[in-house]
C-alpha cells in the first residue's frame, strides 16, 4: 500500500526513546560545529563557518582537509581521497586554513567554500588531530563534518519502499527500508505508530532524523516495546522529510494467543510512501 498525506500533528503517546542518531556537534578532545553543511551556491562560490574548539586540557595540533566518503544502506560510512568516488565535490569544495594548533580553549573557525555544479555532490571535510609517538606522528582524531553541493532547484521526493514486523511476546520488531528518490540529501525524522486494524493508534515510538543521499536507499530496524493482546495489527512508520506530504507505509503483524509459543508466526508485508 502506497500512500501520503497533509503535513499534519501527529498525534499519540511517545513510549521510546530515539531510533536513530541525528547530527549533533561532535565532541571529544574537541568540538566541532556543525557536522553538517548543505551548502547551494547559484552562479558564485558559496562560504559557510565550521568552528574547532580544543575542549581539553593541552595544546592540540589540527589537520583541516577535504574528503570523499560514501554512505551504506545500513547507514555505515566508507572514506577515501578526495575525487576518488562518484558524486565528490573534488573541484568545488575548498577549505581554510589546512591546520591550526590551538591551546586549551581556543576556537578556529574554518572557511568552507563549495563552488557551483551541473548536479548535486558530496565530500567530507575532516578535523584530524596530530600525536606524536615513538614511531613519528600519527593521527589521533578525527571528525568529518559532511559538505553537501546541491544544484539549485534540485528535487525533494522519497518513499518508504519496504516495512516489515514480527511480534514477540512483549515487544514488535519493525523493519523500514526508505528510498531517497530526490536530487537533495534528506535527513528524515518522524515516528512508528502501533495501529488496530480500525485505524486506531496504540502507541507511538520517534525516529530521529537520519541521512539519506541522493537516489540511495537507506534501511533501519527498531525493537518497540508493546504489550498488546492477541489479535492483528499494523505497524505505520510516518516520516518528514522537508516536502509538503509526509511519507508512509505499513506492515502487518499477528499477536497469537499463546504469546511465548506462536508470537513469532507474525505477519510480514510490503508498505510505501510517495
Known sequence: MRWTT???LLTGLLLAPAVLGAGSPARAQFSVSPVILPLEPVGAPLAASVTVRNEGEAPLQFRF???DFDQAEAGSHTYAAAGTLPHSCAGRLSVVPDGATLAPGERQDLVVTMA????????GVFV????WGAEGVSVGQRVMVKAYGIAPGASIAGTIA?????AAADS???????????ARPLRPEGRVELRALSGEVLAAYPVEAFSALPGRRRRFAVRLPAALPPGRYLAVPILEIGAADLVGGQAPFRIAADAGAD???????????S
Do not use: L
Open 6 to 8: 497533509r503535513r499534519r
Open 65 to 67: 582537509y577535504a574528503g
Open 116 to 123: 557551483p555544479g551541473p548536479g548535486t555532490c558530496w565530500s
Open 128 to 131: 584530524e588531530t596530530r600525536a
Open 162 to 166: 519496504a516495512v516489515a514486523a514480527r
Open 172 to 182: 514488535v520488531d519493525v523493519d523500514v527500508e526508505f528510498a531517497n528518490e530526490g
Open 263 to 273: 508470537a513469532g508466526a507474525a505477519d510480514t508485508g510490503p508498505a510505501g510512501g
